[in-house]
């Protein structure tokens, strides 16, 4: 029994924390759409409002890498591994993630999300030789995009290239972005690596739209406390988890990343009104969930 409680104290409910914050941010980002007058098709000034998230959030990680002790200042060789995690977890993602959002639902795209699990996957099994796809991983696979396409049946509500599309695109950039970090990460500091990828990252979706004439529409208490939010979000959650996988299995600890698009669904419905009681929403959500459970609970079992 006491074992019992203390892995629910030190795992599962941490883990359950973090997968709670980050499916609450897609709410958020068309939130503050909204609480900051960024119209729907205003790009350039949903990058701004990307980049000053991210921006911060990586100096926030970075104060915290430092009061924990955590040598912040990148060694020459880290540069590069700075740059590529960046790139493609921060950049190419958050620009497709941003404005992909404007064109889409909170739902949708909290399921759309999920798939990076599905493209990390199939990248490890095309340029990993001792990564390969197993039968779980690959009917997790089939499962999770068999949601995607239970999303695209839905007639003038289905699947929109400008909202949707953008959102699946920024899920396979994560999906190499995991890949990415798999190969920079091992013997470096990941909490240095992801301070500095997200300030870069963020400094780049802040200037990208600050060139092309974005801005920040009126700024209220509401709208800095939700951005506030989502800034602190980002990296208590990436701070918790690290911690958790420098505790348990990785295996052990992914597996909870199904929870994610169901928080998202559940936060779209409470934030936004968004209606998932729907058998679309249920059942695309149901098989991307599951697929995520099935292909993570894959690669639990082979690691253990």
Known sequence: MKRKNNTLLSLVLPAVLCTALWGSAAPCVKKGYE???????????????????FTLAGVLVLLVAACMGHRIRPKRGEYRAIFMISLFQS???????????????????????????FFALLLAHALLENDRLTRRKTLGCVLGFAGVLVLGLGGLDGFRLHGDGLILLSAVSAGAGALVSRIYTP?????????????????????????????LGSVTAGGAALLGYMIVLSAAAFTIWTALLGRFPVGRVSLFGFLIPVFGAVFSALVLGENIMTVRNLLSLLLVSGGIALANSAAASSKS
């Open 91 to 117: 950049m190419l993602q958050y620009v497709c993630y941003y404005i992909g959002l404007a064109g889409t639902t909170g739902t949708k795209a909290s399921v759309l999300s999920g798939t990076q699990t």
């Open 187 to 215: 013997g470096r500091d990941p909490m240095l690596l992801t301070g500095w990828q997200l300030a870069l990252g963020g400094t780049f979706l802040g200037l990208l739209g600050r060139v092309g004439g974005g801005a």
């Open 35 to 53: 609480l900051f007058e960024i119209a729907a098709g205003d790009s350039f000034s949903q990058l701004v409002f990307a980049g000053w998230r």
